[in-house]
């Protein structure tokens, strides 16, 4: 039976959930701003005293590797890759866009109007401004655009809106809704990549081996951070 610790952080949400042979058993999650370096070690240590567990009892850790949060990730992963050096535990990674697309799969086929297998996905993950970390997927998984940051204006996606509907979800798409206005947008609020979606993916990828080199491994920021001092701060 295998047992794996998942863990996501990658946007405002933290969130952490322990399944055994891919059945959530017990989870931890807050949206309570900046509180992951806070929290996260703690809902960890809530689950596995609440299992009866220790770390060197799990199989696998697994983790939501970005894009997103520059902070968000760092605490995440570094978590992460403690607990698989700690223990020689394997670690597992999935983007956090597709963590988003089997969210939002998932909701949208329990009855969410306007959904039919020809509709695109498109997650959006908060960036700087009117950017977003975005990609599209097609209903079955299919990657039809490769994940980048995109600035969104009011001509983004016209060319494949005008044949086709896309559902927008994630932390980026409140402040592009406004810009989105084709009759073909559609927008599913409250997105967010929960680690239980990414229980899903890490099922999978621990029964085929897929681990990450742990002396390597580093989050997917997709842009350089960008550190900025308060202007009060500032000395004349």
Do not use: W
């Not at 894009?67 to 607990?83: E, N, W, Y």
């Not at 700087?128 to 970390?133: G, I, N, P, T």
């Amino acid at each position: 039976m295998a047992g794996i610790l998942n863990i996501e952080t990658s946007t405002p949400l933290c969130s952490v959930a322990l399944a055994l042979d891919g059945q959530i058993v017990a989870q931890r999650e807050t949206l309570e701003d900046k509180s992951h370096s806070a929290l996260l070690t703690v809902f960890i240590e809530e689950i596995l005293k609440e299992r009866k567990l220790q770390v060197m009892d799990l199989d696998a850790v697994a983790v939501g590797k970005g894009p997103g949060s520059f902070t968000g990730l760092r605490i995440g992963v570094s978590t992460a890759k403690g607990l698989c050096y700690g223990s020689k535990l394997p670690l597992i990674a999935a983007g956090t866009l597709e963590i988003l697309f089997t969210q939002a799969l998932e909701l949208v086929q329990a009855g969410i109007p306007g959904y039919d297998e020809e509709v695109l996905f498109c997650p959006m993950i908060d960036a700087r401004r009117m950017e977003v970390f975005t990609c599209l997927f097609t209903s079955s998984g299919k990657v039809v655009e490769n994940v980048s940051a995109r600035i969104i204006d009011r001509d983004s996606y016209s060319d494949l809106l005008s044949s086709r509907r896309i559902i927008f979800f994630g932390s980026g798409m409140d402040k592009c809704r406004g810009a989105l206005s084709h009759p073909n947008s559609l927008f599913l609020d409250d997105v967010y990549p929960h680690a239980a979606a990414l229980a899903v993916m890490a099922e999978k990828a621990y029964h085929k081996r897929e681990f990450e080199n742990l002396a390597y491994f580093e989050p997917f920021y997709l842009k350089d951070f960008i550190a900025t001092i308060p202007k009060r701060n500032l000395a004349f």
